[in-house]
């Protein structure tokens, strides 16, 4: 989609600090970070709202954002890792991973 920040992110067009890459989704460290090793979790296909997304799509950025929050918690050494599915203000899906404490 034109003028997404997030498709060109995922193309590559704009720079991040690429924290995960595969086929169908990107992770990223979100540039006004709420807490150390806030990372947006992205599909590299443009969709703006997470249950309108493709089962197979949907299905895997869970099953990717539990791993990464797993590995964020572990690094972080937080009690835990929030995670918010956001669409909203920036109009492509994305999941914010927090690592948070009580
Ligand atoms: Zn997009």
Redesign the pocket.
Known sequence: ?EN?I??KIAAGEIPAQKVYEDDMVVAFLDIHPKAPGHTLLIPKE?SRWFYQMPDPLSDHMFRISKKLAQELGQTHKTEYVRLNIMGDEIA?THIHLIPQSL
Do not use: E, K, P, R
Request: glycine share 0%.
């Open positions: 989609m997404c997030f498709c443009h492509h």
